[in-house]
């Protein structure tokens, strides 16, 4: 027999008689998994899977249609396979349909950005469930990307994150061996309300209080003052204006960017000095360093090995 390639069809359902086409009879029990999954892969690439794979996997593996094709495959006949195979199909798209609403850890959310705090996450600061120096602030009119409908924005109003890997979206308490969070028990209160299967719980948490530096640092007198002076001094909204001045003077303005990076910079380490704020937790005081804020702006600050501090392009 002719062996065929499954296809989708128009109406985006599962072609069950290309499917078995397959002629699975055949097959043994790690074949049967491997094109199962090529099946679900298919989906996916064809947007009849909106959710993370490893959540309908999770709710498949639960079923007697599963166990029946796996389980027992190598105790059934030819005949009976294809049917095993049928009920598998038919069984993965039922999932695909009505998605069981428990989170299955899969990491998903995880993986496209770390938690905003919220008010009520300070008790998890300050009991220690979560380290000072795992989080930062986002500072009013920073750039930052929504996780409800995947486009940038601007900040009215700051906020407090959980850190992300360098060089990923990925928050810093997943592990990636496993896709499991290593303070589940103790997660913030936006993992809780996230759910890949249904955001708008994790939506109207956005109308609740958020975390703010004041929340944290009010009640230190001459620690917020000094975090005020910051603000007023280097607001991200000066190092924004100077590198559109930048981009219209076609480089003629460099040295108001290069004098807003140095002050910026000696207002940190002074900060830092007077204040003996450990270098882990000066994001979280005072934002991201204008230096590092350069990358969004296309620039990056390179030192020469005698402490000569460049900016250049960032090819």
């Avoid at 750039?143 to 360098?166: A, G, H, N, T, Y």
């Avoid at 990636?176 to 939506?203: F, I, M, N, T």
């Avoid at 924004?240 to 960017?257: C, D, M, P, V, Y």
């Avoid at 990076?261 to 882990?280: C, K």
Wanted: charged residues 30%; glycine residues 6%.
């Amino acid at each position: 027999m002719e062996k065929q390639e499954y296809t989708m069809s128009d109406s985006n359902e599962i072609s069950l008689e290309d499917a078995s086409a397959f002629y699975p009879a055949e097959w043994d029990e790690k074949t049967v998994r491997e094109k199962w999954i090529e099946v679900l892969k298919s989906m996916m690439e064809e947007g009849v899977i909106l959710v993370p794979m490893k959540r309908i996997l999770y709710q498949v593996e639960q079923t007697p249609e599963y166990r029946d094709a796996l389980q027992l495959w190598s105790r059934i006949d030819g005949q009976a396979r294809i049917i095993a195979w049928k009920n598998l199909l038919e069984c993965s798209m039922r999932a695909v349909k009505e998605i069981l609403p428990v989170c299955v850890q899969c990491g998903e959310c995880c993986r496209k950005g770390s938690p905003t705090l919220m008010l009520d996450d300070l008790e998890l600061l300050r009991q220690g469930k979560i380290g000072w120096d795992r989080i930062y602030t986002l500072r009013r009119g920073e750039p930052v990307r929504s996780p409800f409908k995947e486009k940038l924005f601007f900040l009215l109003d700051e906020r407090i994150k959980v850190r992300e890997k360098v060089g990923t979206q990925e928050c810093v308490f997943l592990d990636a061996g496993d896709d499991l969070c290593s303070v589940y028990s103790d997660r913030p209160l936006q993992c809780r309300a996230q759910a890949c299967w249904d955001p708008k719980h994790a939506e109207q948490l956005t109308e609740q209080p958020y975390l703010t530096r004041q929340d944290i640092f009010g009640g230190v007198e001459l620690l917020w003052d000094m975090i005020v002076e910051h603000e007023r001094r280097c607001a991200f909204e000066k190092l924004n204006a100077a590198f559109k001045q930048l981009e219209e003077t076609r480089g003629e303005s460099i040295n108001e960017i290069l004098e807003l990076l140095a002050y910026e910079e000696h207002f940190r380490q002074f900060l830092a000095q007077q204040m003996r704020i450990p270098e882990g937790m000066l994001e979280l005081v005072l934002g991201r360093s204008f230096a590092d804020l350069a990358g969004l702006f296309g620039f990056r600050v390179e030192v020469s090995p005698d402490g000569t501090k460049c900016l250049v392009l960032d090819r």
